[in-house]
C-alpha cells in the first residue's frame, strides 16, 4: 500500500470534532423546527406515534460539509495526486455544492411537498452534473465497460441509491447508522485503495462523526427525523464517493457497503410495482418497518442493520485488499443480508422471538 498523506492525521480529528458540533447543533435546530412547526404528524404509514420535527439533517451537513471541505482544501495543496476532479475541474467542492443545492430544495420540500416529478428532476440534474465532478473512470465504472454504458447506469445507480437513502428514513436512528457505517467504509476502503481514492473518500470519517452527534437525538424514541433535508443530499455525497471507489477499480466493494439498505429498499419496490403500488406511495413494508411492527423496538433493528453493516465493513475492505478474493467477500456479503432480511420478515410475521 502507498504511503499515506500526511494531511490525512487531521481526518480522525475532524471526524472527532463533527460529534459534539452536531450533537449541539441539531438541539438547536430542534427548537427552530418545533417554532416553525416542520412537524412529522403521525399517521396510518408512520412508525412512530408523536408528532416529531423533520429537517435536522439540516444540523448534520451543516457542520460535516463545512469540515468536508475544509479537509478538501488541506489536502488538495499539499498533497499532489490527492484528487482527480472530472470533466468540470471542480472536484469534491463541485460534489459538496451540488450537494447544498440538494439540501435546499429538499427543506422546501420538507417544509411544503414539492411532488414527484420535481423532486426526481432536480436529483437527475444533481447527478449529472456530479457525473462531471468525479473522477473520469466512474464513466466506465472503473473500465469495465464503455462510458456511452457506464455513464448511465452510474446515473441512474446514483439516482436509485439517493431514493433508498429517503426509503430507509423510517424509523429511529437507523440512517444515522446507515451513514455512520458508510462514512467510516467508504473512508478505510478509500485508504486501502490508494491513490486518488484517499483524497476523495477519507472525508467520509468526517460524515461518520457527524452522524454519531446526530444519532443523540435521532436514537429511539427520536426527538428529530432527518427529514428529505438530510437524507437526499447524504445519499447524494455518499453515492458519490462510492462511485470514486468504482473508478478505481473497486465495483465489488462499493456494493457491498451499501447492501443492506440496497437489499432492503430495491427488494420492497420490486414487490410493490408488481402488485401495482405506485413507488412514490408512502407505506410501511420494508422490512425494517415490518420487524418494528412485530415487536422489535426501532433500536433493536438499528443495531441489527449496524452489526450486518460491521461484517459488510470488513468484507469491503477484503475485497479491496485481495481482489482475487473480492467476488468471494461479495457472496458472504449477499449470505450476511439476506440472512438478516429473513430474520426482520421473521419478526414481522410475529415468529422471530421475544418482543423488545
Same mark, same amino acid.
Given at each position: 500500500? $502507498?504511503?499515506l498523506?500526511f494531511?490525512l492525521?487531521?481526518?480522525?480529528?475532524?471526524?472527532?470534532?463533527?460529534?459534539?458540533l452536531?450533537?449541539?447543533?441539531?438541539?438547536r435546530l430542534?427548537?427552530v423546527?418545533?417554532?416553525?412547526?416542520?412537524?412529522d +404528524?403521525p399517521?396510518?404509514?408512520s412508525?412512530?406515534d408523536q408528532? +416529531?420535527p &423533520?429537517?435536522?439533517?439540516?444540523?448534520?451537513?451543516?457542520?460535516?460539509?463545512p469540515?468536508?471541505?475544509?479537509?478538501?482544501?488541506l489536502l =488538495?495543496p499539499?498533497?499532489?495526486g490527492?484528487?482527480?476532479?472530472?470533466?468540470?475541474?471542480?472536484g469534491?467542492?463541485?460534489?459538496?455544492?451540488l450537494?447544498?443545492?440538494?439540501m435546499?430544495?429538499?427543506f422546501?420540500?420538507?417544509? @411544503?411537498?414539492?411532488g414527484?416529478?420535481p *423532486?426526481l428532476?432536480v436529483?437527475?440534474?444533481a447527478?449529472?452534473l456530479?457525473?462531471?465532478?468525479?473522477?473520469a473512470?466512474?464513466?466506465?465504472l472503473?473500465?469495465? #465497460?464503455?462510458?456511452?454504458?457506464?455513464?448511465?447506469?452510474?446515473?441512474? =445507480?446514483?439516482?436509485w441509491?439517493?431514493?433508498?437513502?429517503n426509503?430507509m428514513?423510517?424509523?429511529?436512528?437507523?440512517?444515522?447508522v $446507515?451513514t455512520?457505517?458508510?462514512g467510516?467504509g467508504v473512508?478505510f476502503?478509500?485508504?486501502?485503495?490508494?491513490?486518488?481514492?484517499?483524497?476523495?473518500?477519507?472525508?467520509?470519517?468526517?460524515?461518520?462523526?457527524?452522524?454519531?452527534?446526530?444519532?443523540?437525538?435521532n436514537?429511539?424514541p427520536a426527538?428529530v427525523?432527518? =427529514?428529505?433535508a438530510?437524507?437526499?443530499?447524504?445519499?447524494f455525497?455518499?453515492?458519490?464517493?462510492?462511485?470514486?471507489?468504482?473508478a478505481?477499480?473497486?465495483?465489488?466493494?462499493a456494493?457491498?457497503?451499501?447492501a443492506?439498505?440496497?437489499?432492503?429498499? +430495491?427488494?420492497?419496490?420490486?414487490?410493490?410495482?408488481?402488485q401495482g403500488?405506485?413507488?412514490?406511495?408512502?407505506? *410501511? $413494508?420494508?422490512f425494517?418497518q415490518r420487524?418494528?411492527?412485530? =415487536?422489535?423496538s426501532?433500536d @433493536?433493528v438499528?443495531?441489527?442493520?449496524?452489526? #450486518?453493516?460491521?461484517?459488510?465493513?470488513?468484507l469491503?475492505?477484503?475485497?479491496?485488499?485481495?481482489p482475487?478474493l473480492?467476488?468471494?467477500?461479495?457472496v458472504?456479503?449477499?449470505?450476511?443480508?439476506?440472512?438478516l432480511?429473513? @430474520?426482520l420478515?421473521r419478526?414481522? &410475521?410475529g415468529?422471530?422471538?421475544?418482543?423488545a
Open positions: 500500500m $502507498e504511503t498523506p494531511s492525521l487531521a481526518v480522525p480529528l475532524l471526524a472527532a470534532l463533527a460529534v459534539p452536531t450533537a449541539r447543533a441539531t438541539g430542534i427548537r423546527l418545533h417554532a416553525r412547526q416542520v412537524i +404528524t399517521n396510518a404509514r412508525s412512530h408528532p +416529531t &423533520r429537517g435536522g439533517g439540516l444540523a448534520l451537513l451543516a457542520v460535516a460539509l469540515l468536508m471541505a475544509g479537509l478538501f482544501a =488538495g499539499f498533497e499532489a490527492a484528487f482527480e476532479a472530472g470533466a468540470f475541474g471542480a469534491p467542492y463541485g460534489l459538496l455544492a450537494a447544498v443545492g440538494l435546499g430544495v429538499s422546501a420540500d420538507d417544509v @411544503r411537498p414539492l414527484a416529478g *423532486r428532476l436529483q437527475a440534474a447527478v449529472g456530479g457525473l462531471l465532478c468525479l473522477p473512470g466512474v464513466l466506465t472503473g473500465g469495465l #465497460v464503455p462510458a456511452v454504458v457506464g455513464a448511465p447506469l452510474a446515473a441512474l =445507480g446514483w439516482v441509491f439517493i431514493n433508498l437513502y426509503f428514513d423510517g424509523i429511529d436512528g437507523l440512517a444515522g $446507515e455512520a457505517s458508510l467510516v473512508a476502503a478509500g485508504v486501502l485503495a490508494g491513490g486518488a481514492a484517499v483524497g476523495w473518500t477519507a472525508p467520509g470519517l468526517i460524515l461518520a462523526g457527524a452522524a454519531a452527534g446526530f444519532l443523540r437525538w436514537w429511539h426527538r427525523f432527518l =427529514g428529505d438530510g437524507s437526499v443530499p447524504l445519499g455525497v455518499l453515492g458519490g464517493l462510492l462511485l470514486v471507489l468504482v478505481q477499480g473497486h465495483l465489488l466493494a456494493l457491498i457497503l451499501p443492506t439498505h440496497v437489499a432492503d429498499a +430495491t427488494w420492497t419496490l420490486c414487490r410493490r410495482l408488481i403500488h405506485r413507488p412514490w406511495q408512502a407505506h *410501511r $413494508e420494508h425494517y420487524a418494528v411492527q412485530g =415487536g422489535w426501532h @433493536r438499528a443495531r441489527a442493520f449496524a452489526g #450486518v453493516n460491521l461484517a459488510l465493513m470488513g469491503a475492505a477484503g475485497a479491496v485488499a485481495w482475487g473480492a467476488p468471494g467477500a461479495l458472504l456479503a449477499a449470505g450476511s443480508v439476506i440472512a432480511l429473513i @430474520r420478515a419478526v414481522g &410475521r415468529d422471530g422471538g421475544p418482543r
